[in-house]
Every structure is written in structure tokens, then in C-alpha cells.
């Protein structure tokens, strides 16, 4: 999960947990840390080639923005098939359709209000437990 804003990600989990999804979620601030995480020490992405991964995206994050992090993972041999669903405050039309160009499996707008959010999220626990995430080469 990259997700900059704490009690959202709080909010995330909690409703991935209560939707009765039990897999580590390893979260990350800044698209930084989670680009070394993803594309390891030696930068290739190898790392996560025998990853089972799933990648919640913000889009608005302090270092750099989410589309850039969505392009690189899509791009790269190892990662490139793991699912990414974008999971932001941002409903501009193109910035949408932009993500799906780039390769985003899902793209879901936060609602404001905590309710209408916590729906999402409870949705969006239920699609990944009958999600089957593709195996890599």
C-alpha cells in the first residue's frame, strides 16, 4: 500500500481486515521507499519476481506523483503484471483514463465523507478476496 496519509491508510486496512482479507499488507509513505521495495537493491525488479503482489496506489503522494510509479511498474518485466489498483482523492476524467492507459486494473475515487469511504474500501476487501493474482514467468 502506498499511501501517504496515515489515517487513510488505517482506514484501508481496517476494512481490507473486516472484509476478511488476512494478507500482509506492507505499507509505504512516499513512492521512494516503495519503488526500492518493488524494484530491490540492485534496481531491476527481480525482487519481486517471485512476489505474489497487489499494489494499492495513491496517486497524491509528497516525493513524486502515482501515475510516475504506475508507469515504472508497468514497464518493468518483473512487475508488470502485478495488479494496481489506484486508490485516490482524484476523479479528473483524464487523470483516470490516463492511469487505465498506463495499465491500472482498477481505479477507485476516495469518497470525502468516512462513511461513503469506508464503503469503498469494504468493496474493494471483497474484490480482492475473490481476486486471483496472475503468476509470474
Not at 519503488?35 to 503482489?53: K, N, P, V, Y
Not at 469511504?117 to 471483497?126: D, E, P, R, V
Amino acid at each position: 500500500m502506498i499511501e501517504d496519509d496515515e489515517g487513510h491508510a488505517r482506514l484501508i486496512e481496517k476494512n481490507i481486515r473486516r472484509a476478511g482479507v488476512n494478507n500482509e499488507i506492507i505499507p509505504f509513505q512516499n513512492g521512494t521507499d516503495a519503488l526500492a521495495f518493488l524494484f530491490g537493491a540492485d534496481g531491476t525488479g527481480e525482487a519481486s519476481s517471485r512476489r505474489q503482489l497487489l499494489i494499492l496506489l495513491d496517486l497524491n503522494l509528497p516525493d513524486m506523483a502515482g501515475v510516475d510509479i504506475l508507469e515504472k511498474v508497468k514497464a518493468n518485466q518483473h512487475t508488470r503484471r502485478s495488479p494496481v489498483i489506484v486508490l485516490t482523492t482524484t476523479d479528473d476524467s483524464r487523470e483516470i483514463q490516463r492511469c487505465y492507459d498506463l495499465g491500472a486494473n482498477v481505479y477507485i475515487t476516495k469518497p470525502v465523507d468516512y462513511e461513503g469511504f469506508a464503503n469503498a474500501i469494504k468493496q474493494l476487501g471483497l474484490f480482492f478476496s475473490v481476486m486471483q493474482v496472475p503468476e509470474t514467468e
